[in-house]
């Protein structure tokens, strides 16, 4: 906790957070293949991307997320947390049980890669 007794935006955050590095060429597109942005950090509540074009907090989205050295590919509904021209903060909304698998092998993957 922060001197004035709040929590600061680290104890707030109810997932861990997996860097994800730019060579690993996770994108976000909207549903007609537009890239959104880079996937940075992945938790298994939400993403954070470097953005491709400007967010406005609080905006509902549509999105697909796709990683192509695992094939994965999938469509998940979102929420903008956080935005500035440098990240983008995307929250998970009503993540289905084969989204939320893909998210837990790409939490995985870039796990043991930070590991090393």
Same mark, same amino acid.
């Given at each position: 906790?922060?001197e004035?007794?709040? !929590?600061?935006?680290?104890? #707030? #955050? $109810? &997932?861990e $957070?997996?860097e *994800?590095d @730019?060579?690993a060429k996770? $994108?976000?597109?909207?549903?007609?293949? %537009?890239?959104?942005?880079?996937?940075?950090? =992945?938790g /298994?509540?939400g993403?954070?991307?470097?953005?491709?074009?400007?967010? !406005?907090?609080? /905006? !509902?989205? !549509?999105?697909? +997320?796709?990683?192509?050295?695992?094939k =994965? #590919? &999938? %469509? *998940?509904n979102?929420? *903008? #947390? @956080?935005?500035s021209a440098? %990240? *983008?903060?995307?929250e &998970? /909304?009503d993540?289905?049980?084969e989204?939320?698998?893909d998210?837990? =092998?790409? +939490?995985?993957? @870039? @796990?043991e890669?930070a590991?090393?």
């Amino acid at each position: 906790m922060t001197e004035a007794g709040t !929590k600061s935006a680290h104890e #707030r #955050r $109810r &997932f861990e $957070r997996v860097e *994800v590095d @730019y060579a690993a060429k996770v $994108r976000v597109t909207d549903t007609k293949g %537009q890239l959104l942005g880079n996937v940075r950090q =992945i938790g /298994r509540g939400g993403i954070a991307i470097e953005p491709e074009k400007e967010f !406005k907090r609080d /905006r !509902k989205l !549509k999105v697909v +997320i796709s990683d192509p050295s695992e094939k =994965i #590919r &999938f %469509q *998940v509904n979102v929420t *903008v #947390r @956080y935005a500035s021209a440098r %990240q *983008v903060g995307l929250e &998970f /909304r009503d993540l289905d049980a084969e989204a939320a698998v893909d998210v837990g =092998i790409l +939490i995985g993957k @870039y @796990y043991e890669k930070a590991a090393e």
